[in-house]
């Protein structure tokens, strides 16, 4: 958080033409914030960045990013119509720029997460399951397959398929277990 801060004053004081950077540190923070539980705060430095990102529209993955982070804050606080906005807005940037999969892929999850919290089983199974399709286009064991998996092992407790609620918790845990320490 430290090194953020400090490097983002650097930024700050330098010309005017570091503006996408500016954003890009504020990310980076509200994602530590996030991290931290300091949801009000990651919150500001998210918007921020959105506001940044909105003026200076060359950078349209920028834009998707800050917009699908702030989305998952707002889900995270609870304002699910809001979240679900912003994480609409990042899918369809993704889509339009397809050369990001995995920003895709991470906002199709953040946005199935939404309906998961909402009770739209259904409809989150779907994104979670187009979002596992993505992840695994780069890598059967990618991180982010893991951590669907597991979200989409527990839709589908909702939805009362324990056998491949099972399978998918299953699969999470193996490949979690191929990344992380056994107390991770």
Do not use: M
């Not at 992840?135 to 092992?153: D, F, I, P, Q, R």
């Amino acid at each position: 958080r430290k090194l953020l801060i400090d490097g983002l004053a650097k930024l700050k004081q330098c010309d005017h033409e570091n503006h996408n950077k500016i954003a890009h540190f504020l990310v980076y923070l509200g994602n530590v914030s996030r991290g931290l539980g300091d949801y009000e705060k990651a919150k500001e430095l998210f918007e921020q960045s959105f506001v940044i990102y909105k003026k200076n529209v060359e950078d349209h993955i920028g834009l998707a990013r800050a917009s699908g982070y702030l989305g998952v804050v707002h889900n995270g606080l609870g304002n699910f119509a809001e979240a679900k906005v912003l994480l609409e807005r990042s899918r369809v940037i993704y889509e339009k720029y397809p050369e990001n999969g995995v920003g895709l892929a991470r906002s199709l999850a953040h946005l199935g997460s939404v309906h998961k919290n909402l009770g739209e089983y259904e409809t989150a199974r779907d994104l979670f399951e187009k979002s596992l399709t993505i992840y695994k286009k780069y890598s059967e064991k990618h991180v982010g397959a893991a951590w669907v998996c597991g979200n989409l092992g527990n839709v589908y407790l909702k939805l009362g398929d324990y056998k491949k609620a099972k399978e998918l918790l299953d699969e999470s845990l193996a490949i979690c277990s191929e990344h992380f320490l056994e107390d991770h």
